[in-house]
């Protein structure tokens, strides 16, 4: 009778042990990485609403679309102009005037693509690195 008992509780145990397992395969995080570029073209009347920054988000293509991208002025850590990149991940912020001699970079806002209690992909953020104006 007890080794009728002890079969029972070690085929619960691995039935248990086999869901927990299954569950955990199927559960994960996947974090994809990015990179920005930023780049400057001055008004040479070309264009009417003054300077420029574009630049490209390089990444898989799901991560690539419809990303915020934010320019800034790297002495005052001021934010000059925001877009969203397109589906090729180009971005353009328009500054409306001539920019300011000094030191500029972009950074790229994380984005989550699928979010529950068992799956997860994150778009990471990235920096460019800085350009100098002027």
Not at 36 to 65: A, H, P
Not at 73 to 94: F, K, P, S
């Amino acid at each position: 009778m007890k080794l009728w008992r002890l079969a029972v509780y070690l085929a619960a145990a691995i039935v248990v042990v086999a869901a927990v397992g299954a569950g955990s395969v199927t559960a994960h995080k996947k974090k994809i990485k990015a990179t920005i570029t930023v780049q400057w073209n001055d008004n040479e009347g070309l264009y009417t609403s003054g300077d420029i920054f574009s630049g490209d988000v390089t990444t898989k293509k799901k991560c690539r679309k419809d990303r915020t991208v934010k320019v800034f002025r790297a002495q005052a850590d001021q934010l000059i102009g925001t877009d969203r990149t397109n589906n090729q991940g180009h971005y353009v912020v328009e500054v409306g005037r001539e920019a300011s001699p000094g030191d500029y970079f972009a950074k790229l806002k994380k984005k989550a693509l699928k979010r529950n209690k068992k799956h997860k992909h994150i778009c990471k953020k990235a920096t460019s690195p800085t350009i100098t104006v002027g």
